[in-house]
């Protein structure tokens, strides 16, 4: 740009005029590269110093026969562009209105024998340009508008995500670590202290299950701070990692019986299924841990669906006495474990359901998902008679 502009400028055979027409095309072309905070300034200068030297030009005799000076006509007319795109409607009209008015004056430093074919040609087709680009103005803040949207709706569903993540794999130890303290305290309290050897087991569980915590956090923490850091925030295998939920919840309360179908180890399971089975199973035990009554037995049972086998059963069901605060979590009223519950099974094209069984004695949560394709028979092998 910078030779365009010096070639340009020789063109006036007049060493002042060159100059000046070097310099005001470099604020033109500036006014393009600098930062969006200073550009009205700088538009402005380009403005003024491309109508001023067409002013002067038109008073003196050394003109330039070959070109006005396209490079700056160009910087001129991209600087509306620039004005529409990075302003509202409103405030781009003074910068806009000015480059324009400067683009129009341009022309005009040629000789006064060739103001015809300036009229003629020169005129409209700078005229026309204008309009695409304020077009193109137009077009581009309409992209970086749609841009900022779905950076706005990816960082949303981050952060959706992390808060999903933070509630399944650290509020269900911390659940379990208040549930067996406040254990301890009411069996205190009602005169049943329990032995030194009970209280050792009771607080090597708490332990664990602040461990967990621990790491569940160190995990969460080292994804926020470097993205690039793969954590396995998930469980990304099959389906046997369910029986070390219904065995941790067992040992810190009611005991819980797994029941998985046959048929589901011929499927072949994608991560994002597996994860989403595994929180609807952890979530259902941390709200019964949570907001359930004298429970005497929980089950837990993942099946093909009857009478459909492309979709897929996780039934969670407790015989306790459900209190104000499940029904209110099931409402959405407080608490965001079953709506990111929800999120995260709609994710899959499933659906889940909470409230009271059908007998009207204890809870369950149903979650309806898709079932994947099955697994590929391992070929038989071929045996070659010599």
Not at 41 to 64: E, F, G, I
Not at 203 to 229: C, H, K, N, Y
Not at 335 to 344: C, D, F, I, K, V
């Amino acid at each position: 740009m910078l030779a365009l502009l010096v070639a340009e400028g020789l063109a006036t055979g007049y060493a002042p005029t060159t100059a000046a027409t070097v310099a005001s095309g470099v604020v033109c072309v500036a006014a393009l590269l600098v930062p969006p905070a200073r550009f009205p300034l700088t538009a402005a200068a380009a403005v003024v110093m491309s109508c001023a030297l067409s002013v002067v030009s038109m008073q003196l005799t050394h003109r330039p026969e070959v070109t006005p000076g396209l490079t700056e006509l160009a910087a001129l007319l991209l600087v509306i562009t620039r004005a529409v795109r990075q302003y509202p409607p409103l405030r781009a009209v003074t910068p806009a209105a000015g480059a324009a008015f400067a683009a129009i004056l341009l022309p005009l430093r040629l000789p006064e024998q060739e103001y015809s074919h300036v009229s003629a040609y020169l005129e409209p087709g700078i005229l026309l340009a204008m309009v695409l680009m304020v077009a193109l103005g137009l077009y581009l803040r309409l992209a970086d508008t749609l841009r900022d949207r779905e950076r706005a709706a990816d960082r949303q569903a981050q952060r959706l995500e992390y808060a999903r993540d933070l509630h399944d794999f650290v509020a269900h130890h911390v659940t379990a670590i208040v549930a067996q303290a406040r254990a301890v305290r009411f069996a205190s309290e009602a005169g049943h202290a329990p032995s030194p050897e009970e209280l050792d087991k009771t607080f090597a569980r708490i332990e664990e299950a602040g461990m967990q915590t621990m790491e569940s956090m160190r995990g969460m923490v080292s994804v926020l701070r470097d993205p690039v850091v793969s954590v396995a925030t998930g469980p990304v295998g099959d389906l046997t990692r369910l029986r070390d939920l219904t065995e941790e919840f067992s040992r810190a309360g009611s005991p819980a019986a797994l029941s998985l179908d046959a048929r589901l180890a011929d499927y072949c399971f994608p991560p994002e299924l597996t994860t989403a089975i595994h929180c609807v199973v952890r979530e259902s035990l941390t709200n019964i841990r949570k907001h359930a009554d004298h429970v005497g037995q929980v089950t837990v049972d993942v099946h093909v669906r009857p009478g459909d086998p492309e979709r897929l059963e996780v039934e969670v069901r407790d015989d306790g006495r459900s209190n104000a605060s499940q029904h209110s979590r099931k409402t959405g009223s407080e608490g965001y474990g079953l709506l990111g519950l929800t999120e995260r099974v709609e994710a899959v094209g499933g659906r889940v359901s909470a409230g009271r069984r059908i007998d009207h004695v204890g809870w369950q949560v149903v979650a309806d998902l898709p079932l994947p394709a099955r697994r590929s028979p391992l070929p038989r092998p071929v045996i070659m008679n010599s």
